[in-house]
């Protein structure tokens, strides 16, 4: 069972230029979060979607940022006009149906540097 | 206050050691606590969950959590250098939830 997949691993922009992250969540998840981890800063939340529906944006930056996860393929995440600021290591998280043994599965990580 | 607090150390251990991690939080809704153990440059590992006060064990492993003080605990016993990495604590108000990290603790096994 192929765990939870992120591309790409590393990522380099220009500052203005767009950012686009995939994750593909583990078999049988439903549940997907992305969290961001600045250096050194520990993991932040950003956003938690289901298929065709994000349930909690409340980590999203207002401006620039937004997630999907479409009824088919990957849950995005997309940085418009990327800064400096964005450069950070952003990680994908599964979790299959809700259940009291439910828990969040990571990816490997995507690594942004913003030049 | 941040909601969850961790030493970030560094901790430095001999090979053998018990090791004992330690955070702190502030939110009384957390109910549900994690242990995760991150390599350099790698996505973080689930190693303990659990969602009641008291100990759970699993190998060389044993989770505290002790709600009425707001403090959970990881315990590594016999300490090896495989075991050097980050471990961050993570806490929840309910599943399928958002979690809150600690900062996350270094920690370094020297053969």
């Known amino acids: 069972n192929a765990g939870v997949m992120q591309n790409p691993r590393h990522l380099v922009r220009r500052r203005g230029q767009e950012a686009r992250l995939r994750c593909s969540p583990m078999k049988g998840h439903s549940h997907v979060y992305w969290y961001r981890q600045l250096p050194e800063e520990g993991l932040k939340f950003m956003v938690y979607l289901q298929k065709e529906n994000i349930i909690d944006e409340s980590g999203m930056p207002k401006e620039r940022f937004s997630a999907e996860f479409p009824k088919e393929g990957p849950s995005i995440l997309r940085i418009q006009q990327v800064v400096r600021g964005d450069s950070a290591a952003y990680f994908c998280?599964?979790?299959?149906?809700?259940?009291?043994?439910?828990?969040?599965?990571f990816g490997p990580g995507t690594r942004l540097t913003v030049l | 206050q941040k909601e969850v607090e961790q030493d970030p150390g560094p901790l430095s251990v001999p090979e053998g050691a018990i090791v004992s991690l330690n955070c702190t939080y502030s939110n009384s809704a957390f109910q549900y606590f994690m242990w995760y153990r991150q390599y350099s440059r790698k996505g973080p590992e689930l190693l303990m969950y659990t969602y009641s006060s008291g100990n759970k064990e699993d190998g060389r492993f044993t989770a505290q959590v002790d709600k009425s003080s707001k403090y959970i605990s990881l315990f590594i016993r016999d300490s090896q250098p495989s075991d050097s990495a980050t471990y961050l604590c993570a806490m929840s108000e309910g599943s399928n939830y958002k979690l809150t990290f600690g900062k996350g603790t270094l920690l370094t096994v020297n053969p």
């Open positions: 998280a599964s979790s299959p149906e809700a259940g009291e043994t439910d828990t969040q599965y």
